[in-house]
């Protein structure tokens, strides 16, 4: 006796509609400010938002995705604040005190495990307000902390 096929689940449609590529690159000028602010904001992304919404919205006036509000896209309209250490001082820092190269891979490996070196690229402040903005979830939450407005 045959035992029936196992039931496989239906598939689903992406929310956005379909993302066709494109191929006539017509949207190259939106790609290419894009890359260059990456390169001027030592690839922060964060502080190339408004092109990544330059590019969204270039894709839905082309017929390249559906058309939506480029806000239902959950790219924040806050502020991004850089600070003034980035992840590449803390490489450097961790080379020097460990006198050389040779100390670097061993001792790196513990300290990342650990999280003894990782800092922050930045944080998030209301563009209004200036004040500091605390991630809860999905919403966010200004800040009540003392020195954190700016």
């Not at 408004?50 to 806050?78: A, E, H, S």
């Not at 050389?100 to 001792?107: I, K, N, Q, R, S």
Request: hydrophobic letters at 30%.
């Amino acid at each position: 006796m045959a035992n029936p096929p196992p039931k496989t689940p239906s598939p689903k449609a992406p929310e956005l509609g379909a993302f066709p590529l494109d191929h006539f690159r017509e949207c190259k000028q939106e790609v290419q400010d894009y890359y260059a602010c990456l390169e001027k904001n030592n690839r922060l992304t964060p502080m190339c938002r408004d092109f990544v919404r330059k590019y969204l919205q270039c894709r839905m006036d082309r017929g390249l995705m559906n058309k939506t509000d480029v806000d239902k896209f959950g790219i924040p309209k806050t502020e991004f604040v850089p600070a003034t250490i980035h992840k590449d001082d803390t490489v450097r820092d961790a080379t020097r005190a460990g006198g050389g190269a040779a100390w670097v891979p061993a001792a790196w490996e513990g300290k990342f495990k650990n999280k003894e070196l990782e800092r922050d690229d930045g944080y998030e402040r209301d563009p209004k307000t200036k004040q500091r903005i605390v991630y809860e979830g999905e919403a966010y939450v200004p800040s009540r902390a003392k020195g954190d407005t700016i």
